[in-house]
């Protein structure tokens, strides 16, 4: 018998520069860099992994970056916005950060929020991020240690976020589905449970304790445009490929459309679109048999931000012809921690 999803594995956006938007994640959000890597159906695209200490499932954030592509546009049936856990009363901290760092910062009300205190912004190619409070745990990546963590080299350069404030994992997806009950059918099959609603927001819930959070919008919106500032999918977390394949079949006779099980070198995965349009990929929580024997998806062999290329074995005869074609970029923070800045650069 198939077993309810506890919540959110990762979710996937598409965004313009490698670089900055590295920096936005790495440095201002202080995630870590927990994967370079490429695009497995185009291997001359990026495909950049950011998360926890460990990058566990329920706090990664993944990106494709597409210098060159046309802007995106959140719609339907697409997310409208990916919302990170921060812990309570770290706001006014985000707030001054954000600002300082020229982001525009923006208050969500509480009482549109299911009483959940938040700010939005936007990272440079335009994708609506959230830092939502929670009390969830998490394993956040942080430098050392906050005392130290104040002690930058210059006004100039970065400050490591404190652990006290440190972004915990995913809090959660706001979606745009062309048919808000069957996105809602969808939910329910996967252990999603209504939890209420206000206005045109509709707020379900996993049964887990972290990355939990999916709502869903019931309003007039533009069709979704992929490219740089649009989401792509969000993907929930199923234990094995066993399940998976359960999960498979269970979709397949249902009507719906499901790919086949994909392995992704660092899980397995599917994805199935549903009644709603949207774009879900179920993957799992145990690493595939030919992928890093690990707790989450960091490099286990380095310390801080990932700094080398990862490919898997089918891509490695053209490493060198990749590398050519991929933009350098180095963000701070590229030894122990989120933000410090490397001194050997």
Same mark, same amino acid.
């Given at each position: 018998?198939?077993?309810?999803?506890?919540?959110?594995?990762?979710?996937?956006?598409?965004?313009?520069?490698?670089?900055?938007?590295?920096?936005?994640?790495?440095?201002?959000?202080?995630?870590?860099?927990?994967?370079?890597?490429?695009?497995?159906?185009?291997?001359?695209?990026?495909?950049?992994?950011?998360?926890?200490?460990?990058?566990?499932?329920?706090?990664?954030?993944?990106?494709?970056?597409?210098?060159?592509?046309?802007?995106?546009?959140?719609?339907?049936?697409?997310?409208?916005?990916?919302?990170?856990?921060?812990?309570?009363?770290?706001?006014?901290?985000?707030?001054?950060?954000?600002?300082?760092?020229?982001?525009?910062?923006?208050?969500?009300?509480?009482?549109?929020?299911?009483?959940?205190?938040?700010?939005?912004?936007?990272?440079?190619?335009?994708?609506?991020?959230?830092?939502?409070?929670?009390?969830?745990?998490?394993?956040?990546?942080?430098?050392?240690?906050?005392?130290?963590?104040?002690?930058?080299?210059?006004?100039?350069?970065?400050?490591?976020?404190?652990?006290?404030?440190?972004?915990?994992?995913?809090?959660?997806?706001?979606?745009?589905?062309?048919?808000?009950?069957?996105?809602?059918?969808?939910?329910?099959?996967?252990?999603?449970?209504?939890?209420?609603?206000?206005?045109?927001?509709?707020?379900?819930?996993?049964?887990?304790?972290? /990355? &939990?959070?999916?709502?869903?919008? +019931?309003?007039?919106?533009?069709?979704?445009?992929?490219? $740089? #500032?649009?989401?792509? %999918? *969000?993907?929930?977390?199923?234990?094995?490929?066993?399940?998976?394949?359960?999960?498979?079949?269970?979709?397949?006779?249902?009507?719906?459309?499901?790919?086949?099980?994909?392995?992704?070198?660092?899980?397995?995965?599917?994805?199935?679109?549903?009644?709603?349009?949207?774009?879900?990929?179920? /993957? &799992?929580?145990?690493?595939?048999? +030919?992928?890093?024997?690990?707790?989450?998806?960091?490099? $286990? #062999?380095?310390?801080? %931000? *990932?700094?080398?290329?990862?490919?898997?074995?089918?891509?490695?005869?053209?490493?060198?012809?990749?590398?050519?074609?991929?933009?350098?970029?180095?963000?701070?923070?590229?030894?122990?921690?989120?933000?410090?800045?490397?001194?050997?650069?």
């Amino acid at each position: 018998m198939l077993s309810d999803t506890p919540g959110l594995h990762h979710v996937t956006g598409i965004v313009g520069d490698a670089g900055a938007n590295a920096a936005f994640y790495a440095e201002t959000l202080g995630l870590r860099l927990l994967r370079r890597t490429v695009n497995y159906e185009d291997s001359h695209q990026y495909h950049l992994y950011f998360g926890d200490a460990t990058g566990s499932p329920g706090s990664v954030f993944t990106v494709f970056p597409d210098p060159h592509g046309d802007p995106g546009r959140a719609g339907k049936p697409g997310y409208a916005a990916v919302a990170f856990a921060v812990p309570p009363g770290s706001l006014d901290y985000w707030r001054e950060r954000l600002t300082d760092r020229g982001v525009a910062v923006e208050d969500i009300s509480s009482s549109e929020r299911f009483g959940d205190r938040a700010l939005s912004v936007s990272d440079p190619s335009g994708t609506r991020v959230e830092l939502v409070e929670s009390d969830a745990d998490g394993d956040p990546w942080i430098d050392g240690g906050a005392d130290d963590a104040t002690d930058a080299d210059s006004a100039s350069e970065p400050d490591p976020v404190p652990e006290s404030t440190a972004i915990r994992g995913l809090y959660g997806v706001t979606a745009l589905p062309t048919d808000p009950y069957g996105t809602a059918s969808v939910l329910d099959t996967l252990g999603f449970e209504y939890e209420a609603e206000t206005g045109d927001r509709i707020r379900y819930r996993a049964p887990g304790d972290h /990355a &939990t959070v999916v709502n869903l919008l +019931d309003r007039d919106a533009p069709y979704l445009r992929e490219g $740089p #500032g649009a989401l792509h %999918h *969000a993907a929930v977390r199923i234990p094995d490929r066993d399940a998976l394949l359960e999960w498979h079949d269970l979709f397949r006779d249902r009507g719906y459309d499901v790919s086949r099980v994909k392995d992704r070198h660092f899980f397995h995965s599917l994805y199935v679109r549903g009644p709603g349009g949207l774009l879900v990929e179920l /993957a &799992t929580e145990a690493p595939t048999p +030919d992928g890093p024997q690990t707790p989450g998806l960091a490099d $286990p #062999g380095v310390t801080g %931000h *990932a700094t080398e290329l990862y490919l898997p074995p089918r891509f490695e005869d053209d490493r060198e012809l990749i590398e050519s074609q991929l933009p350098d970029f180095e963000i701070g923070g590229g030894g122990d921690g989120n933000t410090r800045p490397d001194a050997d650069r």
